[in-house]
């Protein structure tokens, strides 16, 4: 079955615990990207990748980074968590950028920092 | 900046009545629109593409329009269900690889 794998789908950690939320996608994509979704604010972008070894900040990209060693593979790491960054994070592929191209979303990942 | 707004936070409608959402944008041309259906806590799912050229588009119970002259899309449910509800998102794609979203419409059908 085709689809974005996002795990965990809950985490709950405390300020400066470095995390990894993984993300993986078994459709070859070439473009993956990160999104945060807040009440009121919508999905807001992270970072994204357009290909392997290939990635560039979105539009709120502080106090994250991103890797894109492997194709199908495309963690979001906090290095030191901080509580603004509670939020509800999807990962999203498509087979390429483009106007074209709609996104595939994961499940989601519910992180909660105290 | 490019911006994306949908017309109401919430819409209730009765079940068999049509739904129709609003999507506007400033800012940007874009050759295409997409639309997607979120349900609570779960990603966005992928429902329309329309293009530029297409005026309208449809997909079952499903009907978008778009008028790049008005820089504005509208999203129709025919025959609405309770299933229908849930929360409905806009998208464009940006000349700067990314992807663009309104903040959403939470549509309830009610029965």
């Known amino acids: 079955e085709a689809q974005v794998t996002q795990n965990p789908r809950y985490l709950i950690t405390v300020t400066g615990k470095k995390l990894t939320v993984t993300c993986s996608q078994n459709?070859?994509?070439?473009?993956m990207s990160w999104y945060r979704q807040d009440p009121g604010l919508g999905l807001r972008q992270i970072y994204y990748?357009?290909?392997?070894?290939?990635?560039d900040k979105g539009d709120v990209p502080e106090g994250y980074k991103v890797s894109r060693k492997e194709k199908r593979n495309f963690p979001l790491i906090l290095e030191s968590p901080s509580p603004n960054q509670t939020s509800l994070y999807f990962c999203?592929?498509?087979?390429?950028?483009?106007?074209?191209?709609?996104?595939?979303f994961g499940n989601g990942t519910r992180l909660t920092v105290t | 900046s490019q911006k994306i707004e949908q017309n109401s936070e919430a819409l209730n409608i009765q079940e068999g009545k049509t739904a129709t959402l609003t999507c506007n944008y400033t800012?940007?041309?874009?050759?295409?629109l997409q639309w997607y259906r979120q349900d609570p806590g779960r990603g966005p799912v992928f429902l329309l593409l329309?293009?530029?050229?297409?005026k309208e588009k449809r997909k079952e119970r499903l009907k978008v329009t778009f008028d790049t002259t008005l820089k504005q899309s509208l999203f129709h449910i025919t025959a609405s269900q309770p299933a229908d509800s849930a929360t409905y998102l806009c998208?464009?794609?940006?000349?700067?690889?990314?992807?663009?979203f309104g903040t959403g419409t939470r549509l309830k059908v009610l029965a």
């Open positions: 990748s357009m290909n392997v070894e290939v990635t």
């Open positions: 329309i293009r530029e050229n297409e």
């Open positions: 998208a464009l794609f940006s000349g700067t690889y990314k992807y663009i």
């Open positions: 800012n940007y041309s874009p050759a295409y």
């Open positions: 459709m070859n994509h070439e473009y």
């Open positions: 999203a592929s498509s087979i390429r950028a483009g106007q074209n191209s709609p996104l595939h």
